[in-house]
């Protein structure tokens, strides 16, 4: 396994994207309390937000000790040459704390957004990983070779990240998700587990705050598949999803409870959990709910 993964096994990390509603010059305050807190990495994903690269550079420049990965860059975004050259230079700026997550993203963000043409996803990113490894570049860190994790979620992705990347990095699954990616990818490869979490609050809170965060992903099939896989249907599908697929992909309860389920994921094979703490608007930086986890994290350890 590549040193900046091995680093991630068995911690916790941040998976979010309300730092973005911060100024560059305000970047601090996130990681500052992300290393303070125990956490031992930040996962940031690319959409309407910053550039991948370049929000990757802010973090790892204000940070002294998280990781820093995408979670996940988009290959639409910049071609295979452009990724290599700049995933080498954020790796030996922050000595190797940068891991390089690619994902195919979606049809609606490829072809309406970026006015893109979205091919088929398997054969997208293996042409796209071929590129990327036998790019050219010239630049002083060029044998620099940070970690390749691929946002997968069905098998046949999952075979690509345990076969031409390092792992795999999934997204709005439950435990038993992970025990069948970890199967699928075999022993040896990385598997990251983003898990959304409501920290505290009541049911009905919580329930607001789920089908806040799922409105977008109910309307994307790449999402719909995998569910469908876990035993959900149509009707959990609507906008904004049912009560059982908010129960089934959002963690709600205090941090203990929450804790309990980062184990479920540990146990089921994966090697890091990143929680994205849901707060009262998907724009606010969840600061204090982050203190508490990571408090709580603290607590078990030391036990």
């Not at 195919?104 to 590129?131: C, F, N, Q, W």
């Not at 439950?174 to 025990?179: I, M, V």
């Not at 598997?191 to 505290?200: D, N, R």
């Not at 908010?246 to 205090?254: N, R």
């Amino acid at each position: 396994m590549h040193p900046t993964l091995a680093r991630l096994q068995g911690t916790v990390g941040i998976w979010t994207t309300t730092h973005e509603m911060l100024r560059p010059s305000r970047i601090g305050a996130v990681t500052s309390i992300l290393e303070a807190s125990g956490f031992s990495a930040l996962w940031t994903p690319e959409a309407y937000g910053r550039e991948a690269m370049t929000g990757a550079m802010l973090l790892l420049q204000a940070s002294r000790t998280l990781v820093v990965a995408t979670g996940i860059a988009s290959i639409y975004a910049r071609d295979a040459m452009a990724t290599a050259s700049a995933a080498r230079t954020l790796a030996e700026l922050s000595s190797e704390r940068f891991v390089l997550g690619l994902g195919v993203s979606h049809k609606p963000l490829v072809e309406r957004t970026r006015g893109g043409v979205y091919d088929p996803p398997i054969e997208a990113m293996s042409t796209y990983l071929d590129a990327y490894d036998g790019a050219a570049v010239m630049s002083a860190e060029r044998d620099v070779q940070p970690p390749v994790v691929l946002a997968a979620l069905g098998p046949k992705m999952l075979h690509v990240a345990a076969t031409k990347a390092d792992g795999a990095l999934t997204y709005l699954v439950t435990p038993e998700h992970t025990h069948r990616a970890r199967a699928a990818l075999g022993p040896d490869a990385f598997l990251a587990v983003e898990q959304s979490v409501v920290l505290g609050e009541d049911r009905a809170e919580f329930l607001r705050r789920a089908h806040e965060h799922l409105n977008w992903y109910t309307g994307l099939e790449n999402y719909r598949a995998s569910w469908r896989r876990l035993g959900l249907g149509d009707d959990d599908f609507v906008r904004g999803g049912s009560e059982r697929l908010c129960d089934a992909v959002v963690v709600h309860g205090d941090a203990e409870s929450i804790e309990g389920h980062v184990v479920e994921h540990l146990a089921a094979g994966a090697d890091h959990v990143c929680l994205q703490v849901l707060g009262a608007s998907v724009v606010e930086v969840p600061f204090e709910q982050w203190e508490v986890l990571g408090e709580a994290r603290t607590r078990r350890a030391s036990e």
